[in-house]
């Protein structure tokens, strides 16, 4: 009994491990992202946040190759403001959908910079963000290298 008890805690701590692996690859991924993050608004693809969802949601290989990896300039309401378990600062962007939100990370360098406007938002409020397309996890779409460019 007591080794079925140890077998299981072993696997646990090997999904965990497992998981929190592939969580900082892409945070690694993401940090040599933002060495070259200069946006050019000419080039950017401007979008709503509900037709990125949509976009996400219909198609996901499609959504990929159009937005992945792009510069996009994303307008919304801000349905919330949080901290992952890297310390980085999440912005959830509403659509006009029941249940769907895109998800704009922060790196804690630009929350730093950004602190003081960053703690001035609310849930309700109309913002602008520019950042990177960044595929889609748990149905919401995921843009890194946020900055609030407009309210």
């Known amino acids: 009994m007591f080794s079925f008890i140890v077998l299981n805690i ?10 929190l692996f592939f969580v900082s690859l892409n945070a690694i991924s993401d940090h040599a992202l933002a060495e070259d993050a200069v946006y050019d608004f000419d080039t950017m693809i401007r979008i709503s946040s509900t037709e990125l969802f949509d976009a996400y949601n219909n198609n996901e290989v499609a959504a ?5 990896g792009q510069y996009l300039y994303v307008d919304g309401p801000i349905s919330g403001i949080s901290k992952d378990f890297f310390g980085s600062v999440v912005i959830e962007l ?3 959908r029941l249940f769907g939100v895109v998800m704009c990370h922060y790196d804690k360098e630009m929350f730093e910079v ?3 406007g960053i703690a001035t938002l609310s849930k309700g409020r109309h913002v602008t963000v520019a ?3 960044n595929g889609m996890l748990f149905q919401m779409p995921q843009i890194t290298k946020c900055a609030i460019l407009a309210e």
């Not at 990929?64 to 992945?68: I, N, Q, V």
């Open 94 to 96: 509403g659509t006009k």
């Open 10 to 19: 072993r696997k646990k701590v090997f999904w965990i491990s497992l998981i």
């Open 64 to 68: 990929d190759m159009k937005y992945k």
């Open 131 to 133: 950042g990177i397309g």
């Open 114 to 116: 950004h602190e003081e």
